[in-house]
């Protein structure tokens, strides 16, 4: 399991309501099923990964993420998921005040953009950063943001959502391993992770 | 021009699919018959008795009474859904592929019930039966009837088989329709429902399809004013509204696949009315082959029965929304890229419901290019989907009744 679903799946107390956007085959909802006892729910857009996860025997929609979260009443979950999306996604403002709508709290985790070997191949090489955290040609990713642990900080503050916790971590994209990082993280991690709650 | 291959007509899709024998099949099957001497008041206010109904069931009922799935047929479909009558039946049930031994609705695992509808010429009560008041077949004195009425007949043969909750309730197109109904009219008795390629109202379309293959029955002078019993039946006005089904199964994609313009056994256009191309004979053929087995009242009643069905206005005051706050089971929805008679749409405003109220629902739209068909064709995602979904089903309904019946429904939220 990618070590900073690890961090999130610590971080989610059992027995609670969940919902992770963007699921996939559903990997970080049937470890909360199984050892936390969480109600989850999970939304995936691709048709075989949605089907995948729903044939594990979770609950999943396969469907777009900002329709599907609209349906949800307020509060309905207490953790609301948003795991290595945050770089997809149009609108990341509206998507969290919705998260934190129809969630208590929300998890984010995204690859940090600013981390050094990024900075230094745009540095060194002039060209886009491709790395094991940012796989992707500018042509072809599938990322549209890029996230610097430092801006997505500035961005909570602006929005009026406060951090109530957060933890950079140093991995690489499918590794099961990785530790915090907590000397100059914007510079040094490849991943943040943050918890946020309604103001 | 050179003559198209013959059509090879090796699978009759159309709601009543002869897919590839696939896998066991469960045992011997026999039809059994269950009368409901008192009958029903059916929605109209008239009273139907007595009521027979035709049923088959697969598996048997766990010791406690939790491992019952209710499967409910399509359009003009029947109670035979798996297994052969006899060593010498070439075709197995409509629904083969789906159940039996180590399939997804596993008849080692799970006790799988089928009947005909109400209204239906499969053996249960419908217009054709005989009217015990003439002593001749009811016709079109028959009592229009609604999806409830079928569900309510459904309950009654449940109870008389013991079953006191369904772990599952499962059907396609119409079928879905009397899934959704199920989990509405007796959210108790019915834990999870998989409501596949179906709706919650017919759109102006699906009804207006259905009026125009109404209109070629009532049409045909044999028709009779619905009693033709004695004599002639309305043969050709019945082959044609089945025609008009058919197309409505199907999709662009496949027809062209299927038929594309290729001519049927002839190098050149005929420059006449015969069937030139191979989708004209392959109606024609569906046409006159579906007459053999299908009673044209019936194909009245039960279209007009889905044309009227409308959970939001039956149940939730005109709000969707409403309705499924009855509802406390645990939902699969699936829909199919290409069916354009029950578009993903309707089945997103289904789950929309259900999420506004908290169930618990899963939902998969699967690329499938079949048209309608597609629920009824081999397909791994859906299989997948469902004994997956049947699994978890399994699992939770057992951790309930070891909480002494203690759940949060299904509510997920």
Known sequence: MRFDLQVIASWIEPESRVLDLGCSQGVL?????????VRGTGIEQNEAKAGQAIAKGLSVIHGDIYEEVRDYPD????YVVLSQTLQQVIDPSSLIREMLRVGRRCIVSFPNFSYWKHRLQFLLRGRAPVSRELPYEWHDTPNIRVVPIADFKRFCRDLGVPVLREVAIGNHHY????????FLPNLLASYGIFMLGRD | MTAGAPCRITRDMSEYVNAEPRGASVERVQRQEYVMEQGLEVACGQRLAPIRVA??????LNEDKSN??????ALTGDCHAAG???DDDAKPGWWDIMIGPGKPLDTDRYFVICSNVLGGCMGSTGPASVNPETGKPFGSDFPVLTIGDMVRVQRRLLEHLGVERLLSAVGGSVGGMQVLEWSVRYPDFVFSAIPLATTSKHSAQAIAFNEVARQAIMADPQWSGGHYYDG?????GLAVARMIGHITYLSDESMRQKFDRRLQERCDLSFNFEADFQVESYLRYQGNKFVERFDANSFLYLTKAADYFNLEKEWGDGSLVGAFARASARYLVTSFTSDWLYPTYQSKAMVQAMKKNGLDVSFCEIEAPWGHDAFLLPNERLDNLISGFLERMERELKKEMENGGAGRGGHAL
Do not use: I, M, Q, W
């Open chain 1, 29 to 37: 909802l049937e470890k909360l099923t199984r050892e936390k006892n």
């Open chain 2, 55 to 60: 049923y088959e069931t697969y598996g048997s």
């Open chain 2, 84 to 86: 052969h009558y006899s």
């Open chain 1, 75 to 78: 509060l309905a979950f207490d």
């Open chain 2, 232 to 236: 002639a039946r309305p043969e050709h």
């Open chain 2, 68 to 73: 019952a799935v209710l499967v409910l047929h």
């Open chain 1, 175 to 182: 590794d099961d391993r990785g530790k915090t990082v907590t």
